[in-house]
């Protein structure tokens, strides 16, 4: 059993939204940094966006403006709900820790076209 497991994916248009969630079933959630990731199709991943224990975020300066990060330590959640979203976020996107501890889940794959 993987520590966490991304939904919310999907097919969107360009210029919509979407809220990606990574939930975790690990004990002492709100301990935990988690980042979020992302690959697309022939690239190497890349990490979008990352939120302390403590609630501060950080952003990969690419994804500043449109992306934003949060948690929900009672719904042990972190989310990335992605905004004015563009062909380029096309890829699928995953959660863990920032040292990459946790073995990877299968991710959830955003699909942006018309």
């Known amino acids: 059993q993987v520590p966490a497991v991304e939904s919310g994916g999907g097919l969107v248009q360009p210029g919509g939204s979407l809220r990606l969630s990574c939930t975790a079933s690990?004990?002492?959630?709100?301990?935990?940094?988690i980042t979020w990731y992302r690959q697309a199709p022939g690239k190497q991943q890349e990490w979008v966006a990352f939120?302390?224990?403590?609630?501060?975020?950080r952003y990969a300066e690419s994804m500043k403006g449109r992306f934003t990060i949060s948690r929900d330590d009672g719904k042990k959640t972190v989310y990335l709900q992605i905004d004015r979203v563009k062909p380029e976020d096309t890829a699928t996107y995953y959660c863990?820790?920032?040292?990459?501890?946790?073995?990877w889940g299968q991710g959830t794959q955003v699909t942006v076209s018309s």
């Open positions: 863990n820790t920032p040292q990459m501890s946790w073995p």
């Open positions: 939120i302390l224990s403590g609630g501060d975020a």
């Open positions: 690990v004990n002492f959630f709100e301990v935990y940094d």
